[in-house]
């Protein structure tokens, strides 16, 4: 059974940085692509990122390119997701997630297998 604790989350004012963790232990990241998600009040599960393969290729919305990255350490199990520039279009809760699937481009919440239970992320104006 594969679990995923994300931490990190928190208040951050616009401009700002933060960093969430999720720890994935007993998760091979050669086997699994990683990806995170976030969901604000009212709306619909979005798509933020994914970093997959030996490579650690990595791909993201077009909402938070050049903002956000992902990284991963696999001697700790646990992958990153470091915010920067922080706007308050930002504030959601965010989840990260694992897929089987690493030989396609996972961007669909249909397309991860787990999922961690979600850290707020709130940007104030």
């Known amino acids: 059974q594969v679990q995923l604790l994300e931490s990190g989350g928190g208040l951050v004012p616009a401009g700002g940085s933060l960093r969430v963790s999720c720890a994935a232990p007993g998760l091979t990241f050669s086997t699994h692509a990683m990806g995170w998600f976030r969901q604000a009040p009212g709306k619909e599960c979005e798509f933020v990122g994914t970093?997959?393969?030996?490579?650690?290729?990595?791909f993201f919305a077009d909402s938070v390119k050049g903002r956000f990255t992902i990284s991963r350490d696999s001697a700790k199990n646990t992958v990153y997701l470091q915010m920067n520039s922080l706007k308050p279009e930002d504030t959601a809760v965010y989840y990260c997630?694992?897929?089987?699937?690493?030989?396609?481009?996972?961007?669909?919440?249909?397309?991860?297998?787990?999922w961690g239970q979600g850290t707020q992320v709130t940007v104030s104006s």
């Open positions: 970093i997959v393969g030996s490579a650690g290729r990595t």
């Open positions: 997630a694992a897929s089987s699937n690493t030989w396609l481009l996972n961007v669909g919440v249909s397309q991860y297998n787990y």
